[in-house]
């Protein structure tokens, strides 16, 4: 029984390597003073250099680049180094990124996190919006640990992130240091399936030879 049941679970995780039906993006999002790039992240916009900050970017709205603080926002408070520009999506405004290569997880400095800030992601799956009350209180606060820190989407098993979009009803929805990780290796994913397949080849092999002495 339990080596039929084993090989049933190893015969689900072929499935959902290979072709997952319910995969799902997973929101995280860390308080300060944890900040981006975290540990096998990347940073690839630190919204410093004015001709470049919004490479990538599209269908932007009510935006600003900017450093310090003011009604048009602050800097993350969890963002190193501190007194640098940073992206700031203001009322009513849109920032929709692209990534050049699709990426398994990406994150970023979130700042004084309100409920109107709405961030939606992009996959090869389809998308996924989540709004900043995921993130209590998100009351605004410019100083707080628990409205500054560190946000990180993950991709699911077969998934893989195109880009997401940052929306807000009023000022505002600011970020810095965006870094992402790298896909897996199409190697490393048929390695894994192989892997488990051969596992599974010899669970239903022992079974079948328990099932023939038990004859």
């Known amino acids: 029984m339990k080596r039929t049941l084993l090989a049933a679970a190893l015969a689900s995780a072929v499935t959902a390597v290979a072709a997952p039906a319910s995969a799902a993006v997973t929101f995280v999002f860390t308080p ?20 470049t900050a919004l490479d990538g970017f599209d269908a932007t709205s009510n935006i600003v680049l900017q450093a310090g603080s003011n009604t048009d926002g602050a800097q993350p408070g969890n963002s190193q180094p501190g007194d640098t520009q940073y992206l700031s999506v203001l ?28 961030l939606t992601i992009y996959t090869n799956l389809g998308s996924y919006t989540k709004g900043g009350a995921f993130i209590p209180p998100a009351n605004g606060d410019q100083g707080a640990n628990a409205t500054n820190g560190l946000f990180t989407a993950w ?17 505002s929805f600011e970020i810095d240091n965006l870094a992402v990780k790298a896909v ?3 190697g490393t994913w048929a390695l894994m399936i192989m892997g488990f397949a051969g596992l599974g080849a010899v669970m239903r092999r022992r079974r079948d030879q328990s099932v023939m002495q038990a004859a």
């Open 155 to 171: 991709a699911g098993p077969g998934e893989v992130i195109t880009g997401f979009k940052l929306y807000s009803a009023h000022n």
């Open 32 to 51: 300060g003073p944890a900040y981006s790039p975290g540990p096998g992240f990347v940073l690839i916009n630190d919204f410093n250099d004015a001709g």
């Open 91 to 118: 009322t009513g405004g849109t920032a929709t990124y692209t990534f050049t290569d699709p990426t398994a997880a990406f994150q970023f400095d979130w700042g004084s996190a309100d409920q109107y800030n709405v």
């Open 184 to 186: 897996p290796e199409p």
